[in-house]
C-alpha cells in the first residue's frame, strides 16, 4: 500500500550522483570556456534526465538531484543576506573536504533566493511530488561556531537563534508559495550529538550537548509555527557523507527524545547502512503520527544490498515502531557534494529500484 502523503514507502533523500556532461560544464565554467547561461542549458537538460529517470523506477517523489549545488547546505546559505562565503576546510575520517564555507557577517534574514526557481523548474517538470531540500537551522550555528559568527551584529547569540528561525519561516513560507508540499531539513548535527567524541569535545568548550540540542530544537520549532497543513517537512539526519566518507558515529539514544518527541517534523530520515548508528532501540520513541524513513540501503559503496535483508531489518524495527510508521530510502544522498560518492551511476540507480521493489513487497 503506497503512502498517499510525504514521505513515501520507497523515498530518496534528495541527491543524486553528476553526470558527466555537467561535470564538463562545471569545469568548463571555472576555466571561463562555458558561461552561465550556458551552464543553465546543460543543468536543465540534465534534470530532466534524472527527473525522468525517477519517474520510470516509480517513486512517488522527485528531486533536481541538488544538481545546480555544489554543496548540500553551502549554496543555500549563500544566498541569504548576512552571510558571506570563506576558506575554511573540514575534516572527515581521512578525507578534507573542499575549502568552501560560510561566516555570519551581519543580521541574517531571507529575501528571496534562487532556489525558488530550482524548485518551480522541477515541479513544472515533473508528475511527481516535488521535494525540496534544505540545510537545517542548526547546521548553520554547529557550522560557523561563536568565533564565525559577528558579535557586533549578535551581541549575543539568543538574538541570532530569534533571526534564524525567522529567516526559515520566511523561507518556508516562500517555498510553499512557490509551489511545495515536500520540504526537508537536512541535518548532520543531532547525529554528531550521538557521537560521544564529539560531545566530549563540546564540554571541552564549555557547550552542553543535550542544551545546544534544546536550542536547536526551539529554533526549527520556532520556523515552522503557523506552517500549512498540506505541508510535509520532515528532517535527514546522517553521521556524515563526502566522497563515500564520514565525520561520526554512535547510536540515536542520547537524543531520540528531544528528536522524536520535541522537534515539530512529520518524519525523519534516519541512518542506518551501518554499525555506526547503532540499533533500532531508539524508535521506542516515536509517536503516533510520526513516521520514520530507515535509511537501509548504503550510499557510499555501489555494493548492491539483498531484498531478504532488508527485509530482516525492517522487522527488527517492528520490535519498536509499527510497520505502518516505517518507509524505506538510502541512508543519505549519493552526492552530498558535486565530488559524489564512490559508486557508479547505474549502481545508484539499481539502489533506488531496489527501494521501490522491497516497498512494494512489504506494503503489498
Excluded at 530532466?48 to 517513486?59: A, F, H, N, T, Y
Aim: proline share 3%; hydrophobic share 35%; net charge negative.
Amino acid at each position: 500500500m503506497k503512502n498517499t502523503l510525504a514521505p513515501f514507502r520507497a523515498d530518496m533523500v534528495g541527491s543524486l550522483l553528476r553526470s558527466e556532461a555537467l561535470k564538463q560544464a562545471r569545469e568548463g565554467l571555472s576555466v571561463g570556456n562555458v558561461s552561465k547561461e550556458q551552464l543553465k542549458q546543460v543543468e536543465d537538460e540534465e534534470i530532466r534526465k534524472i527527473i525522468s529517470r525517477q519517474e520510470s523506477i516509480g517513486l512517488q517523489s522527485a528531486t533536481d538531484g541538488e544538481f545546480r549545488r555544489s554543496q548540500w547546505h553551502f549554496d543555500f546559505y549563500w544566498g541569504l543576506e548576512g552571510i558571506e562565503k570563506v576558506d575554511r576546510v573540514i575534516e572527515f575520517k581521512g578525507v578534507t573536504t573542499s575549502s568552501d564555507n560560510v561566516r555570519v557577517t551581519d543580521r541574517v534574514r531571507f529575501k528571496g533566493h534562487a532556489m525558488l526557481d530550482h524548485f518551480r523548474f522541477l515541479q513544472d517538470n515533473t508528475n511527481l511530488t516535488g521535494k525540496m531540500t534544505i540545510p537545517s537551522p542548526s547546521v548553520l550555528h554547529f557550522r560557523t561556531g561563536r568565533d564565525e559568527i559577528s558579535k557586533q551584529a549578535y551581541p549575543d547569540l539568543e538574538l541570532f537563534f530569534e533571526d534564524l528561525a525567522q529567516t526559515y519561516k520566511d523561507a518556508i513560507k516562500a517555498f510553499y508559495d512557490a509551489g511545495c508540499r515536500y520540504l526537508q531539513l537536512d541535518d548532520t548535527i543531532f547525529a554528531h550529538l550521538c557521537d560521544q567524541e564529539q560531545r566530549e569535545k563540546l564540554l571541552a568548550e564549555g557547550v552542553e550537548p543535550d542544551q545546544l540540542a534544546q536550542i536547536y530544537t526551539g529554533t526549527i520549532n520556532k520556523a515552522l509555527e503557523g506552517r500549512p497543513e498540506d505541508l510535509r517537512i520532515t528532517t535527514h539526519s546522517c553521521r556524515g557523507n563526502y566522497r563515500s566518507s564520514w565525520f561520526s558515529q554512535g547510536g540515536y539514544e542520547p537524543i531520540a527524545d528531544i528528536l522524536f518527541n520535541q522537534t515539530d517534523v512529520d518524519a525523519y530520515f534516519l541512518e542506518y547502512d551501518s554499525d555506526r548508528a547503532g540499533d533500532f532501540q531508539p524508535l521506542r520513541y516515536l509517536p503516533k503520527g510520526k513516521q520514520v524513513v530507515l535509511g537501509l540501503i548504503t550510499t557510499k559503496t555501489g555494493v548492491i544490498e539483498h531484498k531478504d535483508e532488508i527485509k530482516r531489518r525492517v522487522d527488527e524495527a517492528c520490535q519498536y515502531v509499527e510497520l505502518e510508521q516505517i518507509c524505506l530510502s538510502p541512508q543519505c544522498g549519493f552526492a552530498s557534494t558535486e565530488e559524489g560518492n564512490l559508486l557508479a551511476e547505474e549502481e545508484q540507480w539499481r539502489k533506488l529500484e531496489l527501494i521501490v521493489e522491497v516497498a512494494e513487497e512489504i506494503w503489498a
